[in-house]
């Protein structure tokens, strides 16, 4: 029976965060471990993906600085987003090879994992033609963007389940001019959502959009296990801006 190995990581940098989802792309193209799904807890960060743009960030080093908010680029695709406390991140370590090496494949099926999950929560989650994500009500609520190499792919996505949107105010999100981000908080109201509870339910609907039997947690330590066995440099580039 194949199984989706969950980890809720708890407190993470983002640059650890990286690096573990980098020694686990490293073991899974191996075939030293299955398909993961991590479950970091970032402190407020701006990361860049590759198609990042020149006026996505709306406001200048130094109140970045006074804010303690660091700018990392990498490589997955997309544009600029926000990470921080109340957003559910998933990165995604999962072998392509078995469903087509369909990158535009995997990209909906977490699509599709979201909007299941919203669902059951009561909002009605959709897709926007041309652009990737999930939307409310013609507001954002969840970004996606992923990396491969080896024909794993990595990164994943970020899901708005009750985080300060006013921190959304510091970037034009994902790129995109005039766009307004949501939350399950800000639709349901905070008392109704519980970040631990969609963590579960996200775990349980991307194991079955990916067709996996069943979901194990798995206790960090075992996740940065993989670190210890040695992790070559990746060739992904990551270039880390103090703000």
Partial sequence: MSALAACALGATSYRDGLRLQ???????????????????????????????????LRVDPRTL??????????????????????????????????????????????????IRVLGDCGL?????????????????????????????????????????LASFDLIHPCGLRGIRMTSMAARLGAENVRLEEVRARVAAALALQLGVDAVRWAPPDEARSFLERGNEAADTTLDHHAA
């Fill in 65 to 114: 600085a006074r804010l303690g908010i660091e700018v990392f680029e990498v490589a997955r695709g997309g544009d600029i987003t926000w990470h921080g406390p109340g957003q559910l991140v998933g990165y995604t370590i999962v072998d392509l090879t078995p469903r087509g090496r369909d990158t535009h494949r995997f990209l909906r099926d977490l699509e599709q994992a979201l």
């Fill in 124 to 164: 009605a989650g959709e897709r926007v033609p041309g652009r990737t994500g999930v939307w409310v009500a013609g507001e954002k609520i969840a970004s996606i963007g992923i990396a491969v190499r080896r024909w794993v792919g990595y990164h994943g996505f970020a899901l708005n389940v009750a985080p300060d």
């Fill in 22 to 56: 980098e020694a686990l792309v490293n073991a899974r193209a191996a075939g030293r471990t299955g398909d993961w799904l991590l479950f970091p807890d970032h402190p407020p960060v701006l990361t860049v993906g590759r198609g990042g743009s020149e006026g996505s």
